[in-house]
């Protein structure tokens, strides 16, 4: 068996290794730019999400199975992201393979980094999910925040989520496609808006919250504006102002720059609890080092200035023993040559506290 780290790869410039686990690459991958290469159907919303190119290939094992792969390269992990919400249907099973990943029978769906991945076995077996990791540990990374996922998908709240209904999107195209509560004109992606959506268990059915994310709270408030008054009754609306699709019961709010929008069968309570879990937290990005070096890190500091009370502590004690000890030598170097001199530095006792002798006595007071 093959390992990864042992594998022949393709060319730098290829996404998918000539060889992983036990698989060999038959013949050459195709590589193209072209996104109907990919997907005839959704070229343009591929396009939507920054496709790059798109590789093929087909794999085989001793055992006779195949293994066709297809790996769409986007300009980041947003867009490979975004790609793999669209095509991961609900019923898809949850997979551990690569940042994620989504199984129906013998098709397996994951993205990894800036790479989506659509891999379709001809028969799977107990090892096919393990394989697969192995192709995707493979697959190249790319470098600097091109792998970062859009902060918007944090906000979309947990509770009565229905699994595997995210969806990320970036244009009309796509926005269209998932069949969104509101039109493209009341969105404004010329705004650079993005869109999170995802499905929520109400007690009258399945509803749809969005967050759409604008570049600042400022152009948030002026979508929501057109919002609400593209939710006015018919006869309070302007000829040919934009108006929403026929979705049931809407509500809006806006916190800081992200309009969210509940739409569906949602009663009123239902609605603000789920409008109201989503609740905008700024992130503050200092582009200063904020790692702290000897000389700039206050405790490291304080830990020097105890040291040097105790250095300079500890010299001022040798020298008073120096100097006095020095001092004790001399007096008795110079008493031992000179008794003499001994008795003249003797102190002169008077003996005050001792009583007058017996006899004497007392002079006599002066008045």
């Known amino acids: 068996m093959v390992s990864t780290a042992a594998a022949a790869t393709a060319p730098e410039s290829s996404v998918l290794p000539k060889s992983f686990s036990a698989w060999q690459m038959s013949g050459n991958a195709k590589k193209s730019s072209d996104p109907a290469t990919a997907d005839g159907v959704n070229a ?27 790996a769409a390269r986007f300009n980041d992990a947003s867009g490979a992201y975004g790609a793999f919400t669209f095509y991961r249907a609900p019923q898809m099973i949850t997979e551990k393979i690569g940042d994620k990943g989504a199984s129906a029978n013998e098709r397996i769906l994951f993205y990894r980094g800036n790479v989506l991945v659509d891999a379709v076995f001809s028969r799977l077996s107990a090892m096919s999910g393990a394989e697969l990791r192995e192709l995707s540990n493979a697959i190249p990374l790319p470098a600097g925040n091109v792998r970062a996922l859009p902060n918007l998908l944090n906000y979309l709240p947990k509770q009565s989520f229905v699994a595997n209904s995210t969806k990320y999107i970036l244009g009309p195209v796509a926005l269209r496609a998932v069949q969104a509560p509101l039109p493209e004109s009341l969105v404004n992606f010329n705004a650079g808006a993005e869109v999170i959506e995802g499905t929520y268990n109400s007690s009258g059915g399945q509803a749809t919250l969005m967050l759409i994310g604008y570049p600042t709270p400022q152009i948030a408030a002026e979508q929501l504006k057109r919002l609400d008054a593209a939710h006015q009754p018919s006869t309070t609306q302007q000829t040919g102002s934009p108006t929403l699709v026929d979705v049931g019961a809407f509500f809006d709010r806006r916190t800081g720059p ?15 609890s789920l409008l109201a879990s989503v609740n905008y937290d700024a992130d503050v990005t200092w582009n200063e080092n904020t790692s702290f070096s000897k000389k700039d890190n206050l405790a490291n500091l304080l830990v020097n200035i105890i040291i040097l009370c105790g250095i300079i502590c500890g010299l001022a004690l040798v020298a008073g023993l120096a100097f006095g000890g020095a001092r004790v030598l001399l007096q008795r170097v110079m008493f031992a040559r000179s008794p003499e001199r001994q008795e003249q530095v003797e102190f002169i006792s008077l003996h005050l506290s001792e009583g007058r002798p017996r006899g004497e006595a007392t002079p006599p007071s002066q008045g």
């Open 258 to 272: 992200i309009v969210v929008v509940a739409a569906g069968p949602l009663s009123q309570s239902e609605a603000r």
């Open 44 to 70: 343009a919303l591929l396009k939507e999400y920054g496709f790059q190119d798109v590789e093929s290939a087909t794999y085989i094992r001793d055992d006779g199975r195949k293994l066709t792969v297809k």
